[in-house]
């Protein structure tokens, strides 16, 4: 009896507790330590399902439909990173396009700038001298050829005729 006691209360609880301590503890280490996200996203949906079919709540469509776009993760991850890469090589060559163009407008502002001197050059905006007036009006200029008499005919019947069609210039005829 002392023996059948002994197994009872002593051996058959340690072989129990070393049967839960593998289970419960060394094989669910193990299961967690080969668990990946991929693996955990797969489960959200099941778990969702069983919640809905036990507490027999009805479950509006999104959330199926989250439990399918968690189940094609990868999928879409990879839509968006590549849809993120597009953009940003657009970003990248309107970036390169306006640096282009700043440094071709500064090489031109460059270009026409003058350079480092020493002498004091006058303003261009400032007048040297006054301008020079004519000495005579363009009525009373000779053309400087035979055909003065029929230019100033025509000047004088009609005005709107311009009067610089002669032989020669006004100013080679003085």
């Known amino acids: 009896m002392k023996q059948w006691w002994r197994r009872w209360t002593y051996e058959i609880p340690l072989a129990i507790g070393d049967g839960l301590w593998e289970v419960l503890v060394v094989q669910l280490a193990a299961l967690l330590d080969r668990l990946t996200v991929r693996k955990v996203i797969a489960l959200i949906p099941i778990a969702i399902m069983v ?5 027999r709540i009805p479950i509006p469509p999104e959330l199926m439909l989250v439990g399918d776009f968690l ?31 700043v ?15 020493v002498r004091h050059r006058r303003r261009r ?24 008499d029929l230019a100033s005919a025509m000047r004088t019947h009609f005005p709107r005729l311009r009067a610089g069609t002669s032989c020669a210039t006004p100013a080679a005829s003085s």
């Open 125 to 148: 905006s400032a007048a040297t001298r006054p301008p020079r007036k004519p000495e005579s009006s363009e009525d009373d200029r000779a053309y400087g050829c035979p055909w003065d």
């Open 71 to 101: 189940a094609y993760i990868d999928v879409f991850s990879v839509l968006i990173l590549v849809g993120m890469l597009s953009r940003g090589a657009t970003i990248l060559f309107i970036v390169k396009q306006a640096v282009a163009r």
């Open 51 to 55: 919640v809905a079919y036990y507490h």
């Open 103 to 117: 440094s071709l407008l500064l090489r031109d502002v460059g270009a026409h700038l003058p350079g480092p001197d």
